[in-house]
């Protein structure tokens, strides 16, 4: 281009405003045609959103979760049970083997850590949703309090046997999975569940209706005390609904200390031994037996005992068939 530029003609100044003012008008033009129809929001799916009180903690969830993390075994066998194996980014603290029919889809998820993750550890599994099956798996000095997971966009759920409530009954273990359901889309599976579950525990009922209960002290661990259940816990209802009466059942909680002057004051006629750990139930059984100042308690005397996994006893999809299986050791008529 020449400098200083040249003059335009007439024609060519015509031309040019014409051309300028379609150029200004196609934008105008654009935006007063009428507009497309917006696409509709896409619709929650059946069921949300849920709002659901957990433990004191209420929250809204307008569609599941889809990377789930379990802290304990039995809230992974109920995810497991449920089908959701593929909504768990991780999992952590096995206190047993899973479940034959839980092996496939237990060894396909990811072991976030052996006990319980740090904080940043469990961040690292990228969670959207955190389930723990005892106050500990949220222990706030630990960094992972429920208060905590929220902050960083974290919702979650704790099994209700640990709530601050009264005692633990089967109508909680059946509240449990149908919430659990509920959030994840599920609720048919967990009804289905609910129902077998029912049919389970009547039949077992039925079978005990006209035997006299065995007075039961639990042994879960302990030398200078017995670590024992409590009146709270799905244990003692395990052991009612298994034709057991624990001797502890007015200690308010779901586990605790009693002491073995108690011990042999309520001379229980048979003990169960919570199998898990390192201590083997032989070990247990030899504490107990060699234990003088036990001698004159019926369950020792008589050298009866009941095994039962610690995994069994709590609340979990366990529940129903270890009732039927505390039955039948405390009253091996059943079997016949």
Partial sequence: MSWPPRARSPRTRNLAALITAAAVMLPLTACSSTPEPKKPAAKAGAGFPYTVTNC???????APPKRAVTMNQHVTEVMLELGLAKSLAGTAYLDDKVL??????????????????SYEKLLAADPDFVYGGYASAFTASEGRSREALKKSGIESRLNVE??????????DLYNEVRETGRTFGVGDRAERWITVAKATDAATTKKLKDLKPVSVLVYDSGDK???????????????????????????????????????????????VIYDYGST?????????????????V????????AVVPLSD????????????????????????
């Avoid at 019926?298 to 005992?305: S, V």
């Fill in 280 to 296: 083997t139930v032989a070990q247990k059984k030899k504490r107990l037996l060699e234990d003088p100042a036990l001698a004159d």
């Fill in 100 to 117: 034959p029919e839980y092996e496939q889809a237990y060894e396909a998820t990811p072991v976030v850590a052996k006990e319980y993750p």
């Fill in 162 to 171: 640990n709530c601050d409530k009264g005692k633990t009954t089967l109508d």
């Fill in 225 to 271: 005390t017995a670590f024992t259940a409590g009146g709270k816990g799905i244990g003692n209802e395990i052991i009612t609904r298994a034709g057991g009466a624990n001797v502890f059942a007015d200690l308010n909680k779901a586990f605790g200390d009693a002491s073995w002057e108690n011990v042999v004051d309520r001379k229980p006629e048979a003990i």
């Fill in 313 to 336: 006893m709590v609340l979990g999809v366990r529940v129903p068939a270890a009732i039927e299986k505390l039955a039948q050791q405390l009253h091996p008529d059943l079997k016949k």
């Fill in 298 to 305: 019926p369950a020792i005397k008589n050298k009866r005992f």
């Fill in 56 to 62: 004191g903690v209420k929250t809204t969830f307008d």
